[in-house]
């Protein structure tokens, strides 16, 4: 028995649908696919997408010719947005129910009676918007349950922790879309947020917070990860914090995949879980300290319940297999 099939694995960050790929076939390119999803006995993943590029550069309207998406698609954050969104919708099509798109807890659940895999959909950066807050009603209506307000960049609704991005706060228009989100039952990703920025998000009580990809500074020091007051934030409201496999984000600048770092997940579920409801959304590699938390905090209404496990897998629920797979499957491209 995989770990996955004794525990539903969730996978909080992944942005695939940006590279175009058919991601109903086993590829030899990318990290993750249906197939390997399947393989590893992952049941929940988010997938993410994204409007923008770099600071400075963008890049994406070029990124995005090179990735063979149709001209329409490339004009502006909102047509990248649709694009994405809609291309998952046509991929959980073709595979005729194998992965579905999860908009409540009452489907997550379902799918997970009838070994489905769940696609939560999210959003990385509400420039995504184009400055319109009435538009997150319409990615509610297609799917999406979270985003978060900044990616990269500075943008009109708030700041980036990108190094020299210079830690700004949430603007007006970031608190009207923190609104929006809140009316529409979507939640805030913090992910990306710059610390000014964390804390007034943090300052409006409605935002449904979590963290769908992060390091901690515990365990590394880097402009991408959150510090251990943020973290305490985030378990007493109810968030879960999605940990980044990406060893340069854990212990120091090595970017390897192929074994846990010294500072691993474990460190990071320790100073995450002991604090109210809050869980920690990561799994182990070879090295072992796999847990998944509650998910479910990404979604509205009392999903809560669906994933726990107070206990780490034992060591034959570790196989080669999903361990393997499982790495590879839990995020790290494109930050
Ligand atoms: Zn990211």
């Given at each position: 028995?995989?770990?996955?099939?004794?525990?539903?694995?969730?996978?909080?960050?992944a942005d695939s649908l940006m590279w175009n790929r058919d991601l109903t076939a086993r590829l030899r390119k990318g990290q993750l696919d249906f197939p390997r999803l399947a393989e590893a006995g992952v049941r929940i993943q988010c997938f993410t997408v994204v409007t923008r590029g770099y600071p400075v550069v963008d890049g994406m309207r070029a990124f995005g010719a090179l990735?063979?998406?149709?001209?329409?698609?490339?004009?502006?954050?909102?047509a990248r947005a649709l694009f994405q969104l809609d291309r998952m919708h046509a991929l959980c099509d073709r595979v005729e129910g194998a992965v579905r798109i999860a908009g409540t807890s009452a489907e997550l659940e379902d799918n997970l009676a009838y070994g489905r895999i769940s696609a939560v959909l999210g959003v990385e950066g509400a420039q995504?918007?184009?400055?319109?807050?009435?538009?997150?009603?319409?990615?509610?209506?297609r799917g999406v349950r979270f985003m978060s307000l900044t990616h990269l960049?500075?943008?009109?609704?708030?700041?980036?922790?990108?190094p020299l991005m210079g830690d700004r706060p949430l603007t007006p228009l970031g608190r009207e879309v923190v609104d929006a989100m809140a009316a529409a039952r979507l939640s805030v990703d913090v992910a990306h947020a710059s610390h000014r920025t964390f804390r007034d998000l943090a300052a409006q009580r409605a935002a449904r917070l979590f963290c769908s990809h992060t390091g901690v500074t515990g365990a590394t020091r880097s402009w991408r990860n959150l510090e251990d007051a943020e973290l305490r934030v985030l378990a007493e409201r109810g968030g879960v914090v999605g940990i980044l496999f990406a060893t340069i984000y854990r212990a120091g600048l090595r970017l390897r995949w192929d074994r846990a770092a010294p500072a691993g997940p474990a460190r990071c579920d320790g100073r995450v879980e002991g604090r109210g409801r809050a869980g920690a959304a990561s799994a182990g590699g070879r090295g072992g300290e796999g847990r998944v938390g509650q998910l479910a905090a990404v979604l509205p209404g009392d999903a809560g319940r669906l994933i726990r496990t107070s206990r780490r897998p034992s060591a034959s629920d570790r196989t080669q297999s999903s361990g393997s797979v499982c790495q590879r499957s839990w995020h790290c491209t494109g930050e």
């Open positions: 028995m995989t770990a996955g099939a004794r525990f539903p694995l969730a996978d909080g960050h990735r063979g998406w149709p001209a329409a698609a490339r004009r502006g954050p909102w995504a918007l184009e400055g319109r807050p009435e538009r997150v009603s319409e990615l509610r209506a960049s500075n943008n009109e609704l708030g700041g980036s922790s990108s």
